[in-house]
């Protein structure tokens, strides 16, 4: 199932819309929101939390970490 | 949602992410790879984006057409063949930068479209319409590795050997993570992330031409089932 | 024998009815006329401290439209228009087109209170105020139509309102709940003592300051002749607040001012402060948007505060802190975005960065990184890499981009309701949508009717749906241009 979800990277200025496939993991979530940002260009670890500030097992899939349609996630830069 | 799919050439299954090139030589064996590539993806109700250098793109319909009803598909959106200087030269020259723009474009229109998981890719090279600047080139292949994850996509980058000469093949290698060849995708071992190219651009003299002979060699070597 | 004025104005000021065919609350519904429901007695001692009479005002307006329309035929010369500033074209252009038919919509509201007000008196002021708008929407459209020979686009003055441009979207919600929708109690609280006593002094008088520096003295003029009309009936609110809080309603009176001051605020931040300060040329910049804010919104709506023994808004932190943050994130927004926009937009050069800096000193260091970003891809790779691809989130209140307070600091939260998930700028953006959410709920951002398929997600497409004819309409840097086929649609087999 495809959800979208607005996504802030740690070094963007923006909240974004993303709109992905909910079986894809939590990694290729925060990947796909950097492809997205300002500096895709930067490498570096990516810690991806919900809303609440949890964080999320990147090797979860999306659906598995608990986001929904129209959630938050943010997805810090080392 | 399975994370590999079938390119539709003789069972070869890709992963999603994956950044491919192949060689052909004439429009028979670039065929032999576009079209079933296209059918399988229209198949699985995959996005379908065909750019062709050299030939109308109204043929490359018409060729779908004995396999699939493309008219429907193009019309609804689905399949999207466009000519090659539609896309590298809409600024007048070919640019790295305006190319990956219009990529980004292409992506945001697929993913907020909503009805496609997946994103197949196709371009065909034979400097026929598009004459790229190969410095300018091999930019645009090595920078497109940062785009993957935009969204759920596979792309296929198919060049004419006869129209660019064999030089082509080490640049192809140093921007491609895998490789079809013979039949088989192929992990390349001589490929270099975009950072890693930027380095190695800076670097001259006798090691970088060692490494490049050996990349020559290695595709050689496996083309010709001598590995 | 003739009366005097003095003699006679009070009482017909005050001439009220009796009704006696129908009950006063079906002369005076809640529903139109406001909470809570009071009668008449509650309100006969509703007074505005500024009085005039009708002959007054119409020799008064008539002077003053002779004055702005001399202005007008003594400075309307092509070649002053070629000596503004571009930018500072631009800022008349984003105000024309914000401002003209929001005027309008005024002119329905003060209509609304001039039939439904529940004195006399407020009645009558709200009849004058209501001319006002009308005199406040042709003024605009007046200037506007004249720019029209020189730049196509000042026709948004008058097309603004009736197109889906997000940033229009944005000020039509916000104007719809301050009075297009709002009953008479809650307009004249929301509009009157919120928006026009605090804010629009900023839009109108500070801008002029700024237009007359930069030698746009027909758009200075304009600006302060609608201000004076402003003063007048701006006052409404005083009364009706006053008789609001001495009849047991202070929480509500204290919701409408927390509201409409945070709903305001977004809408200045977004049309003043970047004009200020991003679009207004350096030397006729008097101030910084957070000095003006601070000299004449703040303190006053302080004082008013005080007047009233109200308490400053909850959120009063968050406010300050964007202070020094919020119209700079947007700008950014602005940037990435300008092909959806129907003014252009700058890149601020290094002067320009250093008075930012002067007047914000963590702007370098927050926003400095962003704007040399911009310039390395435009020198190294041309203007696709400065433009934004993927959807900004929207909140679902204010219809802005999520992008406060500050890069590092994201306030943007979610709310479920219904089996629907909502998205927020900020808290006090939640508050508001919890407090009244049957009003909001059912609203759609552009995001949100993107997502539904309701509103195309190809950008080409999108640019049309927003009434932006591509290439020309359409927003660009201010001094590199747009290339022109970039908005075309790649043709497909």
């Known amino acids: ?78 | 949602m399975s994370t590999n799919l079938d390119l539709g050439v003789g069972g070869v299954r890709a992963q999603l992410g994956d950044h491919i090139c192949g060689l052909y030589t004439g429009e028979a064996q670039r065929d032999q790879i576009v079209i079933p590539f296209l059918t399988a993806g229209l198949a699985s109700g995959d996005k379908c984006i065909c750019v062709v250098d050299g030939i109308d793109p109204a043929k490359i319909v018409m060729s779908l057409d004995s396999h699939v009803d493309a008219s429907k598909f193009t019309a609804t959106n689905q399949l999207e063949v466009i000519r090659a200087s539609d896309v590298y030269l809409r600024s007048g020259s070919f640019s790295a930068d305006e190319v990956i723009g219009s990529w980004k474009a292409a992506m945001a229109d697929v993913m907020y479209d909503g009805r496609f998981d997946v994103v197949r890719a196709v371009e065909t090279w034979s400097r026929r319409d598009v004459v790229p600047d190969m410095d300018e080139l091999l930019m645009l292949e090595s920078e497109m590795n940062r785009y993957l994850p935009l969204y759920p996509q596979v792309i296929v980058c198919l060049y004419d050997i006869d129209r660019f000469g064999a030089s082509i093949v080490v640049n192809l290698l140093r921007t491609h993570p895998r490789v079809l060849m013979g039949g088989t995708l192929v992990d390349n071992p001589y490929f270099r992330t975009p950072d890693e190219l930027l380095i190695e651009q800076e670097r001259t003299g006798t090691a970088a031409a060692q490494e490049m002979e050996k990349a020559a060699e290695w595709y050689f070597d496996a083309t010709t089932g001598t590995t | ?493």
């Open chain 3, 1 to 493: 024998m003739v009366l005097r004025r003095d003699d006679w104005h009070d009482l017909a000021r005050k001439v009220d009815w009796t009704p006696r065919y129908v009950d006063e609350r079906e002369l005076f519904p809640p529903e139109i006329s406001g909470h809570p429901w009071l009668p008449h007695e509650a309100w006969q001692d509703w007074n505005e401290v500024y009085r005039t009479t009708y002959r007054e005002y119409v020799a008064n307006q008539r002077d003053k439209d002779a004055a702005v329309l001399g202005v007008r035929a003594a400075l309307s010369k092509p070649r002053l228009f070629d000596e503004l500033d571009p930018a500072w074209v631009q800022l008349v252009k984003f105000h024309n087109g914000a401002i003209a038919l929001v005027e309008y919509a005024g002119a329905v509201a003060e209509l609304r209170m001039a039939r439904f007000g529940r004195d006399s008196a407020w009645r009558t002021m709200a009849t004058l105020g209501a001319l006002d708008e009308i005199r406040h929407t042709q003024i605009p459209l007046l200037i506007g139509h004249d720019l029209l020979a020189y730049d196509g686009n000042f026709d948004w003055t008058h097309k603004a309102f009736h197109t889906n441009e997000w940033v229009i979207l944005a000020a039509r919600h916000l104007f719809d709940d301050m009075f297009l929708a709002a009953d008479a109690i809650d307009l004249a609280i929301q509009l009157n003592f919120v928006f026009e006593t605090g804010f629009s002094n900023l839009q109108f008088m500070a801008m002029a300051a700024m237009a007359d520096r930069a030698h746009h003295h027909l758009f200075e003029k304009t600006l302060a002749s609608i201000q004076t009309d402003e003063s007048r009936h701006a006052q409404i609110g005083h009364p009706v607040l006053r008789t609001l809080l001495e009849n047991g309603s202070r929480e509500r009176a204290q919701y409408l001012v927390d509201k409409m001051w945070w709903r305001s605020w977004r809408l200045f931040l977004a049309l003043t402060g970047t004009g200020m300060e991003y679009l207004t040329p350096l030397e006729a910049r008097t101030r910084s948007f957070k000095e003006f804010m601070t000299e004449w919104v703040i303190e006053q709506f302080v004082k008013n505060l005080e007047e009233f023994d109200l308490e400053r808004p909850w959120f009063w932190d968050l406010f300050v802190e964007e202070l020094d943050f919020a119209h700079h994130s947007f700008q950014l927004g602005l940037y990435a975005y300008r092909t959806t926009l129907w003014f252009d937009v700058t890149l601020p050069d290094a002067a320009e960065r250093a008075w930012l800096n002067g007047k914000y000193p963590t702007w370098n260091e927050t926003y400095g990184p962003f704007w040399k970003d911009l310039e390395r891809r435009w020198e190294a790779g041309g203007e696709s890499s400065t433009l934004s691809y993927g959807l900004p989130g929207l909140c679902n209140l204010c219809q802005l981009p999520t992008l406060f307070v500050r890069p590092g600091r994201n306030t943007a939260c979610t709310l479920e309701r219904d089996g629907r998930r909502y998205l927020f700028c900020s808290e006090p953006c939640r508050w508001i949508f919890q407090q009244e959410s049957p009003k909001f709920a059912a609203h759609k951002s552009v995001v949100d009717r993107i997502v539904a398929g309701e509103a195309p997600g190809k950008l080409t497409e999108l640019h049309k749906w927003m009434g932006l004819e591509a290439p020309v309409e359409t927003g660009k840097d201010v001094r590199r241009g747009l290339d022109p086929w970039r908005l075309d649609p790649i043709p497909r087999a």
């Open chain 1, 1 to 78: 199932m495809r959800v979208y979800l607005f996504g802030y990277a740690s070094d963007d200025y923006l909240m974004r819309v993303v709109v992905t496939p909910d079986n894809r993991t939590v990694a290729h979530l925060a990947s796909q929101l950097v492809a997205w940002g300002t500096a895709p260009e930067r490498n570096g670890s990516l810690t991806v939390r919900n809303e609440a500030g949890e964080i999320l097992d990147p090797t979860s899939t999306i659906a598995q970490a608990g986001l929904g349609y129209g959630e938050i996630f943010t997805v810090e830069r080392g």
